[in-house]
């Protein structure tokens, strides 16, 4: 690394300068400097860290305060064989730090937007660009060595075209303020997490600007208007605005969950009011809770919150908050903990904070959706869910996982039928419905339909609908009846469609074929859907199945011993083996996924085998 150097008065440098090391706090090099130029060849046994390096002057003088010292040059040292000795990959958000040096100085910084004389384009060469004074990044920094986490660092600039260095990790960490991201940016780390990788953002008013390099990534670009931007009118996706805003309309809820625009801010004096803010948990049961102690309704995390925050726009109805999707946050994202920050106006700018989870595509991202979070890390709660998300979306090898997505009351039956489940109470005659999101959302009764409801074993629909059959809900009764049902969740009537074997216990459609397993037999049968007068056949044994459900065309039997499964044919043949499964009551499908019901009466998910 080559440095160009200057005195204060503007001639050669006589003095020293000191290389820290700032995620260990140690110093790692100090040598006298003399001249304009100075030379770092950066040791092989560096270790892949965020570093300093100082320069002062040996003359006596009284330097002027700066707001950015100019004296500092911050750099990351990745690692030689990316991935070798760690499995998560820490950014160090260099393009805002930039952005923010000299702020308010015009043609100096990017700051302040609406400024005639800031600038549009800085050089990534210059003095200075460390972090700001708060230097919201450093205490999570420091904790990840102190905590046992063996991690490796990049510039987010090296995500610019980062792909290949993606590839190498589990994990990618966003830590701090990480404002402004470039198109290849956006594209390396999406691409990264759809194919498997995660994403954990401890951060907030993540990705708000869209910025582009020049130059050879020597100079950053951020007009922070589309009528000023020349490239608008030749790619008007890659304009240097708010990725939310026109002509790029590329919501970053859409990678992270949760935005700025929806978020809360406290800037200037307000700033103070960040000590007094805590979240409120929404869904103690998810796995990023475990080992917390923490029930819903609980505080935790308190300072954790500010400078800024992000949010999802929330659906309140059913008593607990899911995202909308207006705002571009993935359905699949599941409210953890929220802050009400709407009092924040009076400091700057009011709404919430919203910690969620959510996958995309093979991936899974977390966001804890605060700038703040690592200054909250003396919080056990704070401690225990950070750890909880390093430690699973960290895994070398990762194991398809059951998560919790619910509670429910004791069922008797479950299915899921367009785009929601349906499920019979114990007591066989109440049928309930709720969405089949991850999110814990409560169970409704359907209304009855006049008369008395029929009492109901077990439930089925098929996965798609079939001529001449429409998508149904179909039951078994308990004098061993096939009823019909439209799938809704208003009152409507069960209607004889036609016998079962006798005794009954599961049912399952798929291929337009009939499946049912009688318990006292341990006996598999069939029958043609759409005929109600066919015979049902024998098929050979149900390895005591207690539970059918139907998942990429194959059946799936829950067993004694676990989980087996068979193709959906009329001719004898046996289940596989079983594979592992957790203590479960009851199986359902939806979406590609599997479902459960557990013997504590929570709604479980797991990804297709």
Partial sequence: MRFGLAAGDGGPLTGRVVVTDVVGDREV????????????????DWASSLYRASFHDDRPEVPEPERDAEHEVWFVVRAARPGAAASVLVSVPFATWRAYHRAGEPGRSIYYAEQPHRAARVSLTGPGGGPPPERWEEPLLRWLPRAGYEVEFCSGFDLDDGAELLSAYRLLVVNGHDEYWSA???????????????????????????????????????????????VTAVDPGRATVEWSSSPVDRPENTMTGVSFR??????????AVIGREAYTVRFADHWVFEGTGLSDGDSFALGALGYETDAAELDWSLGVPRPTGRDGTPRSFAVLATADLRHWRRYGQGGWATMGVFRLGGGTVFNA???????????????????????????????????????????????????????????GRTLLHREPSDQNLPWTPCPPAAGPAPEIRCLTSAREACHPLPLALLAVSADDRLLYRDPVPEAAPWVPVGPVPAGTTALAMCDNTLFAVTAHDDALHHRPAGDATAAWAPLGSAAKAASLTVLNARLHALTPDGLRTRPPTTVPEPFTPAVPFPPAVLLASYAGRLLATTEDDHLISHPPL
């Fill in 369 to 427: 959706a605060t700038i703040n979070w690592g200054r909250a890390l003396g919080d056990p709660a704070v401690d225990r869910v950070t750890r909880n998300v390093l430690d699973r979306l960290s895994e070398a090898a990762p194991a398809p996982r059951w998560h919790t997505v619910g509670r429910t009351p004791r069922l008797r039956a479950l299915t899921a039928c367009e785009g929601l489940l349906f499920a019979v109470a114990e007591d």
């Fill in 184 to 230: 290849g940016m956006r594209d390396s780390v999406e691409e990264f997490v759809r194919r498997g990788g995660n994403l954990a953002v401890f951060a907030a008013n993540t990705s708000w600007w869209q910025i582009r390099l020049e130059d050879g990534g020597r100079t950053m670009v951020c007009h922070r208007d589309a009528a000023a931007d020349p």
């Fill in 262 to 271: 929806h978020g809360a801010g406290a800037w200037g004096e307000g700033m």
């Fill in 29 to 44: 090099l100090r040598e006298p400097v003399r001249g304009t130029e100075w030379t770092l060849d950066v040791p092989g």
